[in-house]
């Protein structure tokens, strides 16, 4: 999916429908919050001239008024404190090593009808079955904790991202 902003941004592991449904859902200006591990946006930057070169092989998505924001580790406790981030984000996504910061009261920078991404444990090596199991029972918790609904039903061992979402 292709986002124009100051910089274009490549948003990987959405499928092309699903990059097309949440076209549709945003409808004009938008604010996306990623919160990932640091090393991501390293990972990403790397890989970034990799996916150029195979760019033919994709099809892109344009959305005009798309705005993505990469924020730090340490900034989900200051957010809150902040006015102009007060029910700014439509889309919000967690690693899922940084999910353990989603909490009740990150939900005032959440949009009035807000879709949050949480990445399961899915992919992680050296994990067992069962404690994905336990990962996703514990990041819900965290979601609905913060006042998300599921937006759809979680298969623990076959799903890597859990969709919520969030309605005042």
Known sequence: MKAKSD?????????????????????????????????????????????????????????????????????????????????????????????HNLKPELNEIFADKCSLILESALFMLDIKKDNVKEFVKKVSGFATAAGCKPLETCDDLQDSYLKFYFER
């Open 7 to 99: 910089t274009d941004c490549n948003i990987k592991d959405l499928s092309i429908e699903e990059s097309k449904l949440a076209a549709e859902d945003i409808k004009g200006k938008a604010e996306l919050f990623i919160l990932t591990d640091n090393n991501a946006k390293e990972n990403e930057d790397q890989n970034f001239s990799h996916s150029k070169s195979a760019s033919d092989d994709h099809e892109w998505l344009p959305l005009d008024e798309v705005k993505v924001i990469f924020l730090p580790l340490s900034s989900t406790t200051e957010l809150v404190k902040k006015k102009k981030y007060s029910k700014l984000f439509n889309v919000v996504f967690f690693s899922n090593s940084t999910v």
